[in-house]
C-alpha cells in the first residue's frame, strides 16, 4: 500500500524552462510534506517542505504547492538548470515519526 | 565537516553469511534510521533509535538487527534470515525523532555472492 506516489519515473526538461514534479497521497493525517534531492552516490538531502496548514512555500527556485482536496503537492523548478539533474523524493509525516517516501522521480535538465 | 558516513560503499555477502554495515553522525543528532531502497520503490524504514540503548522496528526489520551503543553509531547486521537482502541501504539521522527534517548518509550497495 504505497501512501505516496510519485507516478512519473522520470521527467525531461529544458534548461530556463519550468520542471514540475507531482506526488499524490493516500493518507489525510500526513500534516507535513517534503522534497528531498539525491544525486548518484550519495544519500537525499533535503530541499523545501511545506505544512499542511500552508498551500505553498517558496525558497529561490523552487516552490512546492499543496492541493489538500486533491491530495497532491507539486514541485516546480523555475528555471531549470542542469545542475538540477537528480532524483526527486516526495515524502510525507504524520505528527509522529515516521517519514513515507515515494518512489522517486529522476529528473533531466537538457542544456 | 558534520555529517554522516556509511561504509562500506559496497558490500558483497555471500549465502548464510551475516554482514554489517556502519553507519556514523557527528551532528550530534538523538534519532538515527535506517532504510532500504529497492528499485522503482520509496525508502522503506528498517530500525529506527530514538536515543541511545533504544530502537524499534520499522515496517521490513523482519532479518535485519541493530545496536545503538553510542550516539554517534548505528549499525546495521544483515542476517541470513533476510532471504533477499540486494538493495541500497541508507542511514539517517535528525535531532529528534519528531523533527522533519532527516540528513542521510551516502549510502551502502549490498550485493548477495
Known amino acids: 500500500d504505497q501512501q505516496v506516489k510519485q507516478n512519473s519515473p522520470s521527467l525531461s526538461v529544458q534548461e530556463g524552462r519550468i520542471s514540475i514534479l507531482n506526488c499524490d497521497y493516500t493518507n489525510s493525517m500526513f500534516d507535513y510534506f517534503l522534497w528531498y534531492k539525491k544525486y548518484p552516490a550519495e544519500g537525499p538531502t533535503f530541499l523545501i517542505s511545506i505544512s499542511s496548514i500552508k498551500d505553498k512555500n517558496e525558497d529561490g527556485r523552487f516552490t512546492v504547492f499543496l492541493n489538500k482536496s486533491a491530495k497532491h503537492l507539486s514541485l516546480h523548478i523555475v528555471p531549470s538548470q542542469p545542475g538540477d539533474s537528480a532524483v526527486y523524493f516526495c515524502?510525507?509525516?504524520?505528527?509522529?515519526?515516521?517519514?513515507?517516501f515515494g518512489a522517486g522521480t529522476r529528473l533531466f535538465v537538457k542544456a | 565537516d558534520g555529517g554522516i558516513t556509511q561504509s562500506p560503499k559496497y558490500l558483497f555477502r555471500k549465502e548464510g553469511q551475516n554482514v554489517t554495515l556502519s553507519c556514523e553522525q557527528n551532528l550530534n543528532h538523538d534519532a538515527m534510521y535506517w532504510y532500504r531502497q529497492d528499485p522503482g520503490q520509496g525508502l522503506r524504514l528498517i530500525y529506527y533509535s530514538q536515543i541511545v540503548n533504544d530502537f524499534q522496528k520499522g515496517d521490513i526489520a523482519e532479518g535485519y538487527s541493530v545496536s545503538r551503543e553510542k550516539k554517534e553509531s548505528f549499525p546495521l547486521t544483515v542476517t541470513s534470515a533476510q532471504k533477499n537482502p540486494t538493495a541500497f541501504y541508507l542511514c539517517a539521522s535528525s535531532i529528534s525523532v519528531g523533527q522533519e527534517t532527516q540528513y542521510f548518509g551516502p549510502g551502502t550497495r549490498l550485493l548477495v555472492l
Open positions: 515524502a510525507a509525516k504524520t505528527g509522529g515519526f515516521k517519514t513515507i
